[in-house]
């Protein structure tokens, strides 16, 4: 048996039934193991490692190691992404059709602004510019581990992270628990990069996380499929197009997002499945003389099925009844089901056409994640920088967590290779300077920044009035030229982007609305302020207008022509976009309009 087999990982695991999933996985690391690495990894999650692809890349000669907690990749939210990450895994990676074998095709985004008496929606949307990905996070955490371990990054899982840091003008020692050598329990690099997401492995010994101004919001979430037959009449506009999907109301918001889930396919068999798709992309075999993914499932024996993913994300100043027990057990079900319940738009759609998935991952059916908004004080030092969500995180509101973080990835692995590439004399002075410019962009204008983003779209959900406008004005506000802002890499100007709220026009305009709507913080707003916002909002998009006027928004937006007029009559895209959703007439799922075959079922 050898590395290229096809079936590799499975017959390892049967000639080998005492090999852990652990085991499994770190054999097939390519690279020798080294007590002093150039770079440490701590955490295998999605953005620790695009920090080590992207790094290698730009660095091939270093040695750098990823550790990981967990036993083997597993599930956790954050299915969405954005055109932010497919750019980079275009550039870093390979090309996105490859990936339509794995993940769902996902184009644009789709928000529905409800209301309590289940009488009005109003509709807003963008799509057609780029094409991006519905994740299933154990598979994308597999195959991003074993493309990593493709290229000589080792990776190893089942090893905890701590780091010493009493030493302040040193590199943090980073100390392992359960490595697999007897005996190895410190490893001295040269940067360390800390990916350990919301536990802050690193960020943590610096300072506790500091919350932001205001209201704070939790999220309450659980896995749907959709019902067979379920009612076509209970579906809102546009709803089986292959957006992610919000609903809108005063207190927050809820997700839609259908996904490929590989969840029932065992570890073996899954490596198995990736490793022929890594080596089909590297010997450059194109993504359409690979077989779809429905021959893959049998070729690997994986299967595969559609969920759902569904949560709702409100704020925390508003009242939940005294007693919440007749909807349900624990928190995260009776707070699921008081807001489905509350909104009969919500829960009309949800009896229609979902079918709850009870403990699918694992023990659990709801879940719960409170307080979500915050950002440590401390994200980079001498010789340190903290990725992703132990830098901070927001809201999961137009998926900021893995495409404003995949900034943080790449922002992080271009200094480190700076400050590695320097002689030994300069190279603190550059840690130093790089340290500061990272804690200047992470702590005082990206979380920030999203702060003020999700501030404004939370107040747009008060009325439908200011929904309208808002919406628009922030596709305005975060796009300059629409048609030049896409290209297939993701760019040191994209890490400045911050999927839109980098631009300083934003900044300015989404300020004074909050000046209008913020005073009078509660569910409702008056008449008076409503005016005044839609007022200011006018202006923002006359203005908009004539500074970019070749922007054809009526290819991108459903209900608005080229000058983003509002046209009650137009319903879908006017043609001419970059890209879009073409479904399957056999299987039902959606491919992009350049692919001549259905990546799913090959129809
Ligand atoms: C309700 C909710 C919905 C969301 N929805 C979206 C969405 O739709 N789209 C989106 O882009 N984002 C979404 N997010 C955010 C997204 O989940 C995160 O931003 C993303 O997973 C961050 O990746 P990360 O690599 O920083 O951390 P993680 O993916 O959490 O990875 C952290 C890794 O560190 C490891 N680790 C932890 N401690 C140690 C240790 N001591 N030693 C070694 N390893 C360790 C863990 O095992 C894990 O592998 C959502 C978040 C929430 C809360």
């Given at each position: 048996?050898?590395?290229?087999?096809?079936?590799?990982?499975?017959?390892?695991?049967?000639?080998?039934?005492?090999?852990?999933?652990?085991?499994?996985?770190?054999?097939?690391?390519?690279?020798?193991?080294?007590?002093?690495?150039?770079?440490?990894?701590?955490?295998?999650?999605?953005?620790?490692?695009?920090?080590?692809?992207?790094?290698?890349?730009?660095?091939?000669?270093?040695?750098?190691?990823?550790?990981?907690?967990?036993?083997?990749?597993?599930?956790?939210?954050?299915?969405?992404?954005?055109?932010?990450?497919?750019?980079?895994?275009?550039?870093?990676?390979?090309?996105?059709?490859?990936?339509?074998?794995?993940?769902?095709?996902?184009?644009?985004?789709?928000?529905?602004?409800?209301?309590?008496?289940?009488?009005?929606?109003?509709?807003?949307?963008?799509?057609?510019?780029?094409?991006?990905?519905?994740?299933?996070?154990?598979?994308?955490?597999?195959?991003?581990?074993?493309?990593?371990?493709?290229?000589?990054?080792?990776?190893?899982?089942?090893?905890?992270?701590?780091?010493?840091?009493?030493?302040?003008?040193?590199?943090?020692?980073?100390?392992?628990?359960?490595?697999?050598?007897?005996?190895?329990?410190?490893?001295?690099?040269?940067?360390?990069?800390?990916?350990?997401?919301?536990?802050?492995?690193?960020?943590?010994?610096?300072?506790?996380?500091?919350?932001?101004?205001?209201?704070?919001?939790?999220?309450?979430?659980?896995?749907?499929?959709?019902?067979?037959?379920?009612?076509?009449?209970?579906?809102?506009?546009?709803?089986?197009?292959?957006?992610?999907?919000?609903?809108?109301?005063?207190?927050?918001?809820?997700?839609?997002?259908?996904?490929?889930?590989?969840?029932?396919?065992?570890?073996?068999?899954?490596?198995?499945?990736?490793?022929?798709?890594?080596?089909?992309?590297?010997?450059?075999?194109?993504?359409?003389?690979?077989?779809?993914?429905?021959?893959l499932s049998e070729m690997f024996n994986c299967p595969f099925e559609s969920i759902t993913s569904i949560g709702w994300a409100v704020r925390n100043d508003h009242e939940f009844p005294d007693n919440l027990e007749e909807y349900g057990g624990g928190e995260g079900e009776r707070k699921f089901n008081y807001f489905k319940v509350l909104y009969p738009t919500l829960n009309k759609l949800m009896n229609g056409v979902y079918e709850l998935l009870p403990k699918y991952y694992g023990n659990q059916t709801y879940f719960v994640r409170k307080s979500m908004t915050y950002r440590s004080p401390v994200v980079a030092g001498e010789g340190w920088f903290a990725i992703g969500n132990s830098a901070g995180f927001t809201n999961p509101l137009i998926s900021p967590g893995i495409n404003a973080g995949i900034g943080t990835s790449v922002l992080a692995a271009n200094m480190s290779k700076e400050i590695l590439d320097q002689p030994p004399e300069h190279s603190h002075v550059v840690m130093k300077k790089c340290a500061a410019s990272y804690q200047t962009y992470s702590h005082e204008f990206m979380i920030p920044r999203l702060h003020q983003m999700n501030r404004y779209w939370y107040n747009s959900f008060r009325d439908h009035r200011l929904f309208e406008v808002m919406v628009p004005c922030f596709w305005t506000l975060g796009v300059d030229d629409v048609d030049s802002q896409y290209v297939n890499e993701f760019t040191e100007e994209d890490v400045y982007w911050v999927i839109g709220v980098g631009h300083d026009d934003f900044v300015d305009f989404s300020g004074k609305i909050l000046d209008i709507l913020e005073p009078s913080d509660g569910m409702t707003v008056n008449e008076e302020k409503v005016e005044q916002a839609r007022a200011l909002a006018k202006q923002c998009m006359d203005y908009r207008k004539e500074r970019f006027p070749g922007n054809e928004w009526g290819k991108y937006l459903r209900r608005h022509d080229c000058k983003l007029q509002l046209v009650p009559e137009k319903h879908e895209r006017m043609p001419g976009g970059r890209c879009f959703g073409v479904r399957c007439k056999s299987c039902k799922v959606w491919r992009h309009n350049n692919m001549n075959a259905c990546p799913v079922c090959g129809a």
């Open positions: 048996m050898t590395i290229d087999d096809l079936h590799y990982f499975t017959q390892l695991r049967a000639t080998h039934p005492e090999l852990t999933d652990s085991m499994l996985l770190n054999s097939n690391n390519l690279s020798r193991f080294s007590t002093e690495p150039d770079v440490v990894v701590a955490g295998a999650g999605i953005l620790g490692l695009c920090y080590a692809i992207h790094l290698k890349n730009i660095s091939p000669h270093l040695n750098i190691a990823i550790y990981k907690k967990n036993r083997a990749p597993v599930q956790k939210i954050g299915e969405s992404t954005l055109s932010s990450f497919s750019r980079f895994t275009t550039g870093a990676v390979m090309p996105q059709d490859y990936f339509f074998r794995l993940f769902g095709l996902k184009d644009g985004l789709q928000f529905y602004c409800i209301d309590r008496e289940g009488v009005e929606v109003t509709s807003e949307d963008i799509g057609g510019l780029d094409l991006s990905f519905q994740l299933d996070r154990r598979m994308s955490e597999l195959f991003f581990t074993m493309w990593a371990q493709r290229i000589g990054i080792n990776v190893y899982h089942g090893v905890e992270v701590d780091f010493d840091s009493t030493h302040h003008f040193n590199t943090p020692q980073v100390k392992l628990k359960n490595f697999p050598k007897p005996g190895v329990t410190d490893v001295d690099a040269k940067i360390v990069c800390d990916a350990s997401g919301f536990s802050r492995k690193l960020t943590s010994k610096f300072g506790n996380k500091e919350l932001l101004d205001g209201w704070n919001c939790d999220a309450y979430w659980a896995y749907f499929k959709e019902k067979e037959g379920g009612k076509a009449e209970t579906r809102l506009d546009h709803w089986d197009y292959p957006a992610t999907k919000h609903m809108c109301f005063p207190e927050g918001w809820g997700w839609f997002i259908k996904l490929i889930s590989w969840h029932h396919a065992p570890l073996a068999n899954l490596m198995d499945l990736v490793a022929y798709i890594i080596n089909k992309a590297k010997s450059g075999v194109p993504a359409n003389a690979i077989p779809p993914t429905k021959i």
